[in-house]
């Protein structure tokens, strides 16, 4: 409710959209558990209706040493009512481990069968797996640490579309909608009748600090394709 926004329209013949919020965060030192600095922020949305894509870029400076870590969480299903037909691709071979609440991130790690996207797999297809179960995620929940160094995208795609998300964020947040109304844990019958999130951000086991007057700057790129 604090964010302000605007439309901006891009060039001749609309060939990009711009919108546009901003807010300040402010006297976060004040609250419990707060984090110090004054933050001014901005998130903006560009479409380019004539290349089925768009952006999502981030901007934040703060007036005092602190820590920042934007994201979004964007669900796709690609025109599917359900993910039986999806498969996706991650060029990641580590993950963030966490504690069996998928809470506290522990170390990094090789990624297990269960979570190797690096040659397109069926993404329904390990979702039962033990080691899923043991973490109480009922489902996709986890950070990949992308390949360092590595430009290919990020892939979901299914019979008729194929979605590449590439960005300047380290790692990504993979979340299969593993919950129904009021927090209702799914049966494997019906978790395959959900979206999936993917959602580049900062690796959760680090820590990312935002110096005083720094620039914080990230982006994301989400690409459309009829096949």
Do not use: W
Request: with cysteine.
């Amino acid at each position: 409710k604090n964010n302000q926004y605007s439309i901006i329209d891009g060039q001749q013949r609309m060939t990009t959209i711009c919108i546009l919020f901003a807010a300040i965060i402010n006297n976060l030192r004040k609250m419990k558990n707060g984090l110090p600095g004054k933050i001014l922020y901005q998130v903006t949305y560009v479409i380019y209706p004539n290349e089925n894509k768009f952006s999502i870029l981030y901007s934040a400076r703060s007036d005092a040493d602190t820590v920042m870590s934007l994201t979004n969480h964007l669900f796709f299903t690609l025109g599917d009512s359900n993910l039986d037909d999806m498969y996706m691709t991650i060029p990641a071979h580590k993950f963030v481990y966490t504690d069996k609440n998928s809470l506290i991130p522990i170390e990094v790690k090789d990624v297990p069968s269960c979570l190797n996207f690096q040659k397109s797999k069926k993404l329904t297809k390990d979702i039962n797996d033990p080691f899923i179960k043991d973490h109480r995620t009922n489902g996709y929940d986890h950070c990949f640490v992308l390949n360092k160094g590595c430009k290919d995208p990020v892939v979901l795609e299914n019979s008729k579309y194929k979605l590449s998300i590439t960005s300047d964020f380290d790692s990504v947040q993979v979340y299969t909608d593993n919950y129904g109304d009021d927090n209702v844990v799914l049966t494997s019958t019906e978790k395959v009748c959900r979206s999936v999130a993917i959602e580049p951000e900062d690796n959760i086991y680090e820590s990312h600090p935002l110096k005083k007057g720094e620039q914080y700057s990230r982006q994301i790129d989400y690409k459309f394709e009829k096949k």
